[in-house]
């Protein structure tokens, strides 16, 4: 659950950078941050209220081994729909300031450079594209993922 919430955040506030930077010189700009906002937003609620009442009893969220005595759901579910969703909506920051930044009256040595820096992000989203595609191959025998490799792969 902290993993998701830091994501959130994270997502949040480079999104509220770009609003602020980019938003007063292009509407459309504006728009597609508010939607992004809106999205990120939506995909952080669904993803935490699903994560919790997936497990039943509640108390098996919090401990590795009530996960395996009790039913939590289908652990499938979180890592493909979620990450999908998650690393789409990374994607989509990394693609919004691409024309404002190409568009800016800075020496294109400059306009490279924050490329550069917002493409950066695009370590996470292969991250997290591994991380999706590696599911099947770290389940062990009763179906869950093995939690220290898959853990290491998300940070």
Not at 4 to 18: G, M, Y
Not at 67 to 75: D, E, I, N, Q, S
Not at 124 to 137: E, H, K, M, T, V
Request: charged residues 15%; glycine residues 4%; contains cysteine.
């Amino acid at each position: 659950m902290f993993a998701i919430v830091t994501l959130s955040i994270s997502r949040l506030s480079i999104l509220c950078l770009i609003r602020r930077t980019f938003g007063k010189s292009s509407p459309l700009t504006k728009w597609f941050t508010d939607f992004l906002i809106f999205g990120s937003l939506a995909a952080a609620i669904l993803t935490l209220t699903l994560t919790v009442f997936v497990c039943h009893p509640l108390i098996a969220n919090f401990s590795i081994t009530s996960r395996l005595a009790h039913k939590c759901g289908y652990p499938w579910m979180r890592v493909y729909i979620f990450g999908c969703i998650n690393t789409g909506l990374d994607l989509l920051v990394l693609l919004l300031p691409v024309h404002n930044i190409l568009t800016l009256k800075a020496p294109l040595k400059d306009r490279l450079r924050l490329l550069l820096l917002f493409w950066m992000g695009v370590l996470a989203s292969l991250c997290s594209l591994f991380r999706i595609l590696s599911y099947n191959a770290l389940k062990d025998s009763a179906g869950d993922i093995n939690c220290k490799f898959h853990s290491f792969i998300t940070l």
